[in-house]
Nanobody, 124 residues
Framework: QVQLVESGGGLVQAGGSLRLSCAAS????????MGWYRQVPGKQRELVAV???????NYADSVKGRFTISRDNVKNTVYLQMNSLKPEDTAVYYC??????????????????WGQGTQVTVSS
């Protein structure tokens, strides 16, 4: 059983900062990439940032220069430091992982595994 547990969401004023964390636990052999997505009601889930096992990153244009994604490979945890937050950043933020699961006899690649989501609300 693998879990992604997110934390760090909340309410913040525009211009403020929040740091999201997502810890992966369970029968994980290795993690290829971890990322953050967000979704507002009535809209599709969108990529915010992603980081590979080698540390390569990719960001949505709307967050470049304000958000920073990082990971701790020992702790199987990914972080999203969000600075200069804007009301339009308000959304449910979901952690996503692409990893190899270690079963009893096999290793299985799992793509698009999601956390439960954490609410981020930015007030104007």
């Amino acid at each position: 059983q693998v879990q992604l547990v997110e934390s760090g969401g909340g309410l913040v004023q525009a211009g403020g900062s929040l740091r999201l964390s997502c810890a992966a636990s369970g029968s994980i052999f290795s993690i290829n990439a971890m990322g953050w997505y967000r979704q507002v009601p009535g809209k599709q889930r969108e990529l915010v940032a992603v980081i590979t096992s080698s540390g390569s990153t990719n960001y949505a244009d709307s967050v470049k220069g304000r958000f920073t994604i990082s990971r701790d490979n020992v702790k199987n945890t990914v972080y999203l430091q969000m600075n200069s937050l804007k009301p339009e950043d308000t959304a449910v933020y979901y952690c996503n992982a692409d990893f190899v699961r270690s079963d009893t006899y096999f290793r299985v690649r799992v793509r698009d595994f999601w956390g439960q989501g954490t609410q981020v609300t930015v007030s104007s």
